[in-house]
């Protein structure tokens, strides 16, 4: 069902605001409305002190995250967090390490180790670049004021290309004066440069300038100090990286001790987060001269209790409570009972339905689970999912919405272990290869239908579901009908719908000879009469006659849609088939790896393992997808248009912390 | 009669690779989508596998068409089904529903997938509804998996 939901307003004395709130959201009870006329300073808005705390936080976590990636320091979550690996820390001690941390003293020294790091990143860089330009030089023996040349001669250092190094030759000397040396060459596949150093007096640079002009030839200058040959420098470059990168790891070593901060960063981190949204729900209420007003939604259930704690922690504390009006529209948290709640993870993939609606996850549970049963049809992998899942729920940390889908989960195989049961389903095993004995005999006892070699009778079966379903989306949208007084909607729209389709369904069996073979006439007539119900009824709506029958002969489409969404179910059947033969392609593989010698047995168990594991894995996806599809595509719509609102209190929505209430 | 043997495995061939193609480009298309969003946040990884894999079913119901003809025809064990031409014909009718289907379905629902992994990217909370929209696309190739499984039992070649 749907929560009632009731308003509630508190007012504080003003310096009483944060606590209030903090209060709020260690609990997640309010589901907060905007108060008209809110106050807050347009500047409020833009930048609070949170997001550059915020920022800076982040910016140290950052560092930390790729220290502990260049140390190989990964940090180790045991198995029991695999599924909820965030700590569960409730506010007061988030707050608590918030006021401890000196955040600004502790984001500083995390800077300028950063700093450091970042200059001796660049500064290594910055040499192995030069060395890199080096390296083709290494046979020059000038030393670094002599690139210059003299008065007369002009010295030039050049990269030509292989290609091009006969032209540039040849260019060169046609000056007389000109002289040319190659002091090395880096070959490519294709093509590769030749580095070479040239002279020429001065009275003939023009020439060299027209060499340089006719080729791709560049000219090169050396970062190289005067009083240093390319080895001499190169060799000293080598050593300044060997002490950058000594310089480097010895830094990095230092800045281990900051993975000991990590936590609390990210505790602080949180906490900020969450005053920040204090301060964004401080906005939705109201700031009066001495006062502070916060209005939102609570569950009436909890209405007595909430009171009750509010008065005690806030003595001063005015509360005031309300039912919903009218043309309000409260947020939907849907109640069921204990063997119900797990389903509603399904109705929460759809969405949640209007407050003014009714919750569909009770009538929708057994549907949902006799389709999802239907659709795997294996006994063994249902065993296995049950195995699996209460595996999981007794030995991992599961939030709760996480617990419920492991619940509902388990509920589906043991569903799939009575569908499977019923079809003969046990891993893809043909149960008439078994040993003769009591397993045997009890499990062919059971089977009462061989999907593979009669599909046609589990069709039947899976159209008889959906029209089992489809009759019963009928039957809620009549009591919503009746819940909200229209009890000519309930028996027109509904009752006459429901007995349109099952005289159709017996007449057409009478038909047939399969029961009550004598009615036939009789069930024909009725049909008929049960059709000019509808004919009449239907076009009620409309205000011109005409309109009225015309609207009410079209609705007899509905039939069609009817027989549409039941030819829907027929994709069970496709999918059971589809689990119940991989499963056997799967044994027939096993089998033939079997014979392989000694290590057949190792082999054979591999196959079985994994093709059934991922068998399991595919067709449970498709079974609960194409279950929920059903549910969503064929049986809300009848009665639900959906869109409320969630249920959302101000709570607490941390990045690296969990709440411990999202355990219990 | 071989002739009637090979239309036949012609029908089983055209069923696997059919729906095998649809279902590369599909999840091809899913993938390149999903990696987009694991490369801003590695920790949707899960979330955008399942969208990820949705396409794939289409080459499984292929896979399955396939086997299901195999297994008709007496080729994984047993006795080799006599089929005459025309039933061969008949066999390689029957595998075109599951291939035409799943073939096109696929690459489609590639590109829901592929639309889907934005909503997991912007709104996280509200992935499921991606998921169920992409499954959408995926009920004709389960429809044309259905008519293939019921024409190749109807023909009775097995019996």
Redesign the interface.
Known sequence: MIAPMVKVQIAVPRRDQDTLLRWLQDREVLHLTELAASTGSATDQVVTPFNVELAHVQFALEFIARIRIELHEQPRRSWRNIFAGRPAVDLEALEAVLARLNVPTQVQTIREMNDRLTDLVAAKRDAADTLAQLQPWRELTLHGSEMEGTAAVRHELVCVSVAELELFRTAVAAARTSAMEEIGRVMTKKNGTVYIQTVVHRSESALLDAAFAQTQAEAVKLPLPPDRTVTEHAAALEHTVQRLETEYHQLLEAARAALAMEQDLQFAYDALLHRQERRQAGRAGKVLPFSFLVEGWLPEERREHIIAAVTEAFPSAAIETAPAKAGEDPPVLLRNSRLVTPFEAVT????KPRYTEIDPTPAMSLFFLAAFSMALTDAGYGAVMMVALWAAGRFFRLKREMRKMVRLLFYAGAATVVAGALTGGWFGISLETLPAGPIRDALLTLKLIDPVSS??SL?LVAFALGIIQLLAAWVVRGYAHARAGDWLAMVFDDGAWITMVVLVLLWQASSRGLLLSAYTQLLAYAALANAGILVATQGRSYKNPLLKLGGGALSLYGLVSFLSDTL?Y??L???G??TG??A??VN?LGGMVAVVPYVGWILAATVLVVGHVFNLG?NA??AF??S??LQ??EFFPKFLEGGGVPYRPLGRVGKYVDNPAEFD | MPYGLLIALAGAAVAAVLAGVGSILGVRTAAQASAGVVAEDPDKFGKVL?LT??P??QG??GF?AA??IANTLGL??GTLADVSVAQGWQVLASALPVGITCIFSAIQQGRVAAAAVDIVAKKPDAS??G??LA??V??YA??G??VT??LV?GLGLGA
Not at chain 1, 348 to 351: E, S, V
């Open positions: 929460n993939i759809f969405g599909p046609m069709l829907s027929s994709r059947l496709a999918l088939l589809a033969v991989i056997l392609v027939l595919i996806l498709g997808i194409h929920g599809r969503f595509v | 399942l894999a949705l794939g079913s499984i119901y399955l086997i299901i994984l064990g499921g509804k998921v169920i499954a959408i995926e009920t389960v429809l998996l259905l499984i019921l039992n």
